[in-house]
């Protein structure tokens, strides 16, 4: 059996990792491009949201290179994400691929499949080996949060355009063949390290811009027009509170152990959004309010077009930038979103922090440039 | 002197209004209702709202603008869910916080929580929270609610009058698909259902079937190895569909979405699936928004209820002599 698995940023690191320690056959499907994404909108109703359409394309691409066997998440709503599967399913048979597709549900939507479905991914391996396995592939978790989280922070000073991109890069390939907890934490390490290497010690002034929205967009690069990347390369630092390992905490360790307290999204989104809505609306609106309390200068919303959690998160944030101060951009995607619409909006919304920002007396942090309105220009 | 209640006539409103009005009533509020969806409506809806959204969520928006200015308060309750295991719809959940950040100027908002799927004992205690907010005790609440229950049960369901024989009809039955407050609306839903019985065919709304008979089309779903889908319009739809398919009660089936709806995107693509597998019956799907007009529906209904007049004829044992043309009138 050739297992697969849909493309999430670097999920496929860790996801990789856990199931070759099963002793599975693992394709990895290609990198999400344009002709994935094609391929996905084919096989998939036009209404339907982005990451159903990307996933599809995964799926069929992994399935061209021979892979049989389909690793997919269910779910028991109300965001559309619990009824990919379904669609899915039936869109691989019509399309006459002959993969079978093991959705994992949540425990609570029925035991006895989700027994099943543990009992095929575990291929009768000893209780040891999936306790490897899984301290493997969480160490790889975190290690890809580590990296992406520290790209996010400090791309805005890297000395040539492109090389902590590359330092990254070089970092999640040692990652990939990375075979154990303390390989994982040296090359992370190491990596961290190549980082310093890239980038300006001497302060400048940044405005610090939040990236909130629907998890998929926001983490997967090839799908969000690398709106991380480019608000960087625009002298934005970054904050994007999505990862995967405070994902897992949150949505299975405290899932399964109650006593552990969540992180409480909910008391900052209260005044704005009262009640849990599916997908990521609570915490776009709940990031967002934080981001404006502890002082960020502005806050990027991606969601998917027809995205339901997130319309409302989209219809709400507006008054949350105007009763927190904070400017809010929602910017939509789907797969007819062009490269350079971001470009030009994203320079925009950016240009408007730091004049707002040095308007407001917060530039210039130390020294270097501030934006003069008289004169309309960038002056020392 | 008693509180005056808006409640917009959209939404779910259209399955709970009796119950939603006569509550009001019980508890001492004036409720004040908005008129039906008309075009200055549906004009302030789309100005208030976000583009994204769907029709009747746009709709909704125009008459809370319409009652902002009149009432104390709005009635906007947040219904998450209205049996166990399904939920309605996301935007459906956000809809009080979605109009507090775009209606600012709309009076105090009253939104108990309707949420089944964590039973009735909850959801009782949060409408009785509507106490404090319409000036009368929970208590008073608690006996409204058991009062005005009884009433709204025992007003008639089926307002839609489906499989009322047409006089002078075609004998052609018309299965038609859409969520309730799509086809109640006669303005959002371009008066689908009566276009449809003025072609002479009888329509069946899948809201005529009970709760029993969903599950029990659901079940047969489920034994061909379709995943249970966990939205209650949704089920109600696609196991009307999967009846329809293999019954062969109707002739035709017609779908009527509203552009944006997201769980109606995954529905009517499951829908299609089955019909095109089971080949059975004609399928036409229409998907409105704000910019629909009715002469693009009339044309396409006409073709589709000729077509399905002719499969007709062809299936029957007393073919009409060749040649000779079809009348669907």
Redesign the interface.
């Known amino acids: 059996m050739q297992v697969t698995f849909p493309h999430l940023g670097n999920l496929w690191i860790p996801v990789k990792a856990f199931l070759s320690s099963l002793g599975h056959d693992v394709i990895t499907p290609p990198p999400t491009t344009k002709r994935t994404l094609s391929i996905g909108a084919m096989h998939t109703p036009d209404g339907a949201c982005l990451p159903l359409k990307v996933t599809m394309g995964n799926f069929i691409e992994a399935a061209e290179l021979g892979a049989d066997a389909i690793l997919m998440v269910g779910g028991i709503g109300p965001c559309r994400l619990g009824y990919y599967c379904e669609l899915q399913r039936r869109a691989l048979a019509r399309a006459g691929y002959s993969a079978q597709l093991i959705v994992v549900e949540p425990p609570r939507s029925g035991l006895v499949q989700f027994a099943g479905v543990v009992r095929t991914i575990r291929r009768g391996a000893p209780f040891r080996q999936i306790l490897q396995a899984s301290r493997l592939a969480w160490a790889k978790f975190q290690a890809v949060d580590a990296l992406d989280q520290a790209a996010n922070t400090v791309r805005w000073r890297e000395v040539s355009p492109g090389r902590l991109d590359a330092c990254i890069r070089r970092g999640l390939a040692l990652l990939d063949a990375a075979q154990t907890c303390d390989d994982v934490k040296d090359v992370t390490r190491q990596t961290l390290h190549d980082v310093e290497g890239c980038i300006d010690d001497s302060p400048h002034p940044a405005v610090r811009v939040g990236v909130v929205g629907e998890i998929y967009v926001v983490m997967e690069p090839a799908v969000n027009m690398d709106v991380c990347r480019k608000l960087g390369r625009l002298g934005a630092q970054v904050v994007q509170p999505l990862m995967f390992s405070s994902w897992i905490e949150s949505h299975v360790v405290c899932d399964i152990a109650r006593w552990i307290p969540r992180p409480d999204v909910m008391s900052w989104s209260r005044p704005y959004l009262r009640h849990f809505v599916g997908g990521h609306g609570v915490e776009s609106v709940g990031h967002s309010v934080e981001m404006a309390r502890s002082g960020l200068d502005g806050v990027v919303h991606i969601a998917p077009m027809t995205c339901m959690p997130e319309i409302v998160a989209g219809s709400i944030l507006p008054s949350v930038g105007m009763a927190e101060h904070i400017p809010v951009i929602s910017l939509t995607v789907d797969e007819h979103t062009a490269d350079v619409g971001f470009d030009t909006r994203l320079e925009a919304f950016v240009d408007l922090l730091s004049a707002r920002a040095s308007e407001e007396g917060r530039f210039p942090r130390d020294d270097g440039l501030c934006y003069n309105r008289a004169q309309g220009r960038w002056r020392h | 002197m008693s509180l005056t209640v808006g409640v917009p006539r959209a939404l779910l409103f259209h399955e709970y209004g009796p119950l939603m009005l006569e509550l009001l009533r019980q508890c001492g509020a004036r409720a004040v209702l908005s008129p039906l969806t008309n075009k200055q409506i549906l004009q302030a809806g789309l100005d208030l ?2 583009d ?2 769907c029709l009747p969520v746009k709709a909704f928006f125009g008459h809370v603008a319409y009652l902002a200015e009149q009432v104390d308060a709005l009635f906007i309750p ?1 219904f ?1 869910s209205i049996e166990r ?7 459906l ?2 809809l ?3 109009v ?3 209606a ?1 100027s709309a009076p105090r908002i009253v939104d108990p ?1 309707i949420d089944m799927s964590r039973g009735l004992g909850k959801t009782m205690r949060s409408i009785g929270e509507l106490g404090p907010a319409l000036g009368v005790s929970s208590s008073r609440v608690a006996v409204a609610l058991t009062r005005s229950r009884k009433v709204a049960s025992a007003s008639t369901r089926g307002r839609l009058g489906d499989g009322e024989p047409i006089a002078n009809g075609n004998g052609i039955r018309i299965g038609v698909l859409g969520h309730d407050y799509n086809l109640n609306d006669a303005y959002i839903s371009l008066d689908l259902i009566s276009k449809i019985r003025r072609l002479g065919a009888a329509p069946v709304t899948a809201g005529a079937y009970s709760r029993q008979e969903t599950a029990r089309w659901e079940r047969q779903l489920a034994e061909r ?3 249970r ?3 209650t319009y949704g089920r109600r739809l696609l196991a009307a569909a999967s009846r329809w398919l293999d019954t062969g009660e109707v002739d035709g089936i017609v779908h009527l979405m509203s ?8 529905i ?3 829908i299609q ?1 089955e019909a095109s597998e089971r080949s059975s019956l004609p399928l036409l799907c229409v998907n409105i928004d704000e910019h629909s007009a009715e002469a693009g529906l009339s044309t396409r209904l006409e073709a589709f209820i000729d077509t399905v007049a002719m499969r007709k004829c062809e299936h029957a044992s007393d073919l009409p002599a060749p040649g000779q043309p079809v009348d669907t009138r």
Not at chain 2, 85 to 91: D, L, Q
Not at chain 2, 259 to 266: H, N, Q, R
Request: net charge positive.
């Open positions: 709202c976000v994204e959204a947040r998450v295991g399904a939920y309605i719809c996301p935007k959940m956000g009080p916080d979605m507090r950040a775009r600012p929580c190895g379709a995943k889908l966990f939205w552009f944006g709806c997201g769980p109606e995107s995954f009517a693509e499951v699936h």
